[in-house]
Every structure is written in C-alpha cells, then in structure tokens.
C-alpha cells in the first residue's frame, strides 16, 4: 500500500488505571543510565542537571496520554503505546547488540520498528508545542478575518462577539480540539508514517563518542534538501539506541530509490551532527551524559547546521568537489578541516575555533 493511497485509522484509545505515563520510554532510558542505575537528566530552559534515582523516575507525567475519566479508570492511549514498546523492545535490543542485523532483518520487524518510531515523534511534548503555536495562529488569524468581515459587513456587535468567543469557530467537528486528541489522532495513523520511514534509507552504527537522548527521541532537522522546510518525509532522523550505538534515517534523493539498511559506523564529525541535531531538537530535558547545552544555544547550532545544509546541498548541484563520491546526505560532504569546508561548524568539533 502508497503512503497517499486511502488511510485506515486504528483505535487506540482504551481503559487504563496507569497514572506514571512516560513520553520517553522507559526500556530506551536504562541504556543511558550509569552502572548504578541513576540517570542523568539535563534541562535545557534551566540550565540545571539532576541525578535521577532510577531511569523510570524520568521522562514521565502523571495522566500525560488520557483523555477522559470514568469510575476510576482514564480512557487513554497509554495502554497503545505500552503495546507498542513490548512488540518493539527485542529487536531494538537486537540492534543494539549486534548493528549488522539491520541489513537482514525481515520487513515484518522492520515495520514494527517503524511504527514504534513514528510514535515517537508524535508522543514527545515537542509535538504538543508545536501543535498549540500552529493552533493559536490558526485561530488568531480566523478571528482577524471574522473581525474584518463582520465591519465591512455591517454585523451587528453581538453577532460578532458570539463568533469570536466561539472556541474553534474555523475547525470542523472532526478536527482535533486539545494536544492529547492530536496526539491520539496521529497515532491512529501510525501505519502510514511508518511506510514513510521505511521508504528513507537507515543506517546503524557505533559513535567513537558517547550519545545521549532527549524528551524528543526520533530528533529531526531538515539536513538532506536544499530548499527545506518539508513533510514527515523530508526530516533526516537521529535516534540514539545506546551511548555508543546511533540509527540515522535519511530521505532518498529520489521517490523511486529503493530504501537502504546499512550497518556503517559513524565518524566523529557525524557524531557532533547527531549531537546537534538531538540537543536542538528536545523540548526541555536531556537523558545521558551530555555536553553543557541550553536550549537557545541547542537551537541556534542547529539551525547553523540546516543552513550550512542548504547552502551545501545547492552547491552538490554545482560540482563534484564540494562532496566525497557524489553521495547525496549531507554527513558524506567534506569534514570541518577541509579546505573546501564553506560555513559553520558544529558547537563540539574538535577543531573549531
């Protein structure tokens, strides 16, 4: 089945009595606690780090996926998603001990792994923010256009007040109203997301240096298009699997590329990226050991790294040099030390100045 071809929402709503709900699953934060089980928790608004005593006691609100309550149960997605992470939990532990078997996993698993991956992106508080700043415009430009409307018009002042006190007088019935319906909405459509990840090339590999992950696991950036910003599909995706192992997902220059899994180690260079990436993608905490990041200086690298992106992508088009071997990504350009090297560099390359 295409991506475009007619969707099919599954259900995903169901009775739970769990309170302790984590956006960031719990069995991925284990990998990133010390060897006495206590994580390290960064947050970037305050600038202050935590020690966490176990690695469940972060990543968590309490009710954070409910959406109703009744008689002492919630009606929520929490039961989805802990399905979700048990389906998905052996083969990430099979990626973590042995990278190569990602060039010979069956696509059944493969699409497991994709579907829990898709969730990801849209479980993080990240999502929530972004859907409440595109819904607040939404609704401040429709009351403007109402406010316009209604003057020209001539309609009466209390008709007019009735329209704007309306809480979506722009959206239809079917469109979500608060954060964890929009959640919950996107997650019915977890299959079709999963198809457009399985359709990008994935490579999985070690780091030479430690990693760490973020309340926003699957972090995106537009790093593989010129003139980006794009869809789900146009993202290039990190998701640190441990310290020391790192899946990319990367869209293919063309629609008809057949997807790649690649087992290739990373080099530092690449590393520095994925830290960038991660770091300006969270939301608020870090999990791990991880450099002395804030939230504006986090954002700021990584929108250098997505402009140096474009402008490096464009220059691909105009010759061969400003590339090793014509490879479409970004992270196979020339390193930082190059001579060819045109832009800023990542915050933690060793060589910057």
Known sequence: MHPTEKRIDEPNVSPTRVVKQHHVPAFMLRRFASSDERITCRNLRTDRVRRRPSPTAAGYEPSYFDLAKARGFSLSLESWLQETEARVGPFIGTFVADPSSIESMPQERLHVVARFLASLRFRSPAFREEYE????????????????????????????????S?????????????????????????????????????????????????????????????????????????????????????????LDDPPLRERRDFSTYEA????????????????????????????????????????????MGQGDRYSKDGLWPIFQLVSPDDPDWHGPVPKDWPGRK
């Not at 990041?293 to 992508?313: D, I, P, V, Y």
Request: net charge neutral.
């Open 133 to 164: 700043r595109v819904r607040t415009f939404q609704r401040d430009w429709a009351r403007q256009m109402i406010d316009g409307y209604c003057d020209r018009a001539g309609v009466s002042k209390e008709t007019k007040e009735s329209w704007l």
């Open 166 to 254: 309306r809480e979506v007088p722009f959206f239809s019935d079917d469109v979500p109203v608060s954060a964890v319906e929009a959640v919950a909405a996107h997650l019915a459509e977890c299959d079709d997301y999963a198809r457009l990840l399985r359709s990008m090339h994935w490579r999985l590999g070690i780091s030479p240096k430690p990693l760490f992950l973020s309340d926003n696991p699957l972090a995106g950036a537009y790093l593989s298009k010129p003139f980006g910003p794009g869809g789900f599909g146009d993202l290039t995706y990190y998701l640190p699997l441990a310290p020391q192992v790192l899946l990319r997902l990367t869209p293919p220059k063309n």
């Open 272 to 315: 520095s990226v994925a830290s960038t990436v991660v770091a300006g993608d969270a939301h608020t905490y870090l999990y791990g050991e991880s450099p002395p990041w804030t939230r504006e200086s986090a954002k700021k690298e990584l929108g250098r790294l997505e402009t140096l992106a474009g402008h490096n992508q464009w220059a």
